[in-house]
């Protein structure tokens, strides 16, 4: 498997499925394919998706990861950002490559560490993922325990809040309950395109400080 996977070229926006995967290829895969790549990967119960983003897809998530970094900055919160790291748990066969992620409320759990083991180390507080291309596993976080799962779709942002082992829509989420931050990311990320990324959140960061 791992020598067809060599041989395999997905296009950016393509994915490819592959069925029966069991947890110790899961792993041999990973480890094959490395960390310097363009493609993503989710894994659940079996099925192994691998997909290549599009340029649109990246400038996105860059995009909206400045945004988040900046209100954090502005609100004087620690976190730390892991980018595409892999997160997975064995026990629950789950696997997944978020857009971009976050610690905030247990940045001080992890820390310094090297390496993050989700049997023992708490998941990240936010992810992200821009589903261009209906890549976004709902089941892979919930199952993984991700209190928020932020979704950006044609424009618009869609803040998934865990209750209860479920995701429910929220205008605001709980990491940011007292800015409409849904509709105001949404705003600013098109600013970006109109006036320009370092034009954007300098106005970003004016509308934080106003209703500190």
């Not at 708490?122 to 596993?137: F, G, I, M, W, Y």
Request: glycine share 6%; hydrophobic share 40%.
């Amino acid at each position: 498997m791992l020598l067809e996977l060599n041989r395999i070229e997905v296009p950016p926006g393509q994915r490819i499925l592959l069925q029966n995967v069991s947890w110790q290829e899961f792993e041999r895969i990973l480890e094959e394919l490395g960390d310097r790549r363009a493609a993503r990967i989710a894994y659940e119960n079996g099925t192994l998706e691998i997909m290549t983003p599009l340029p649109e897809h990246e400038a996105n998530k860059e995009a909206i990861g400045d945004l988040i970094k900046a209100l954090l900055e502005e609100l004087e919160i620690e976190f730390l950002t892991l980018g595409s790291t892999t997160f997975k748990n064995q026990q629950m066969l789950k696997g997944i490559e978020p857009d971009q992620c976050f610690y905030i409320q247990n940045e001080s759990k992890i820390r310094g560490k090297k390496r993050l083991d989700l049997s023992i180390d708490p998941p990240p507080d936010l992810a992200l993922e821009v589903d261009l291309t209906s890549r976004t596993h709902p089941s892979i976080y919930q199952g993984l325990g991700v209190p928020e799962l932020w979704r950006f779709e044609k424009g618009k942002l869609q803040i998934n809040v865990l209750r209860n082992g479920k995701y429910e829509v929220s205008e605001r989420g709980e990491i940011f309950a007292a800015l409409p931050i849904a509709q105001v990311i949404s705003h600013y990320r098109e600013q970006s395109d109109i006036i320009g990324r370092t034009a954007a959140l300098k106005a970003f960061r004016q509308w934080i400080r106003e209703r500190l």
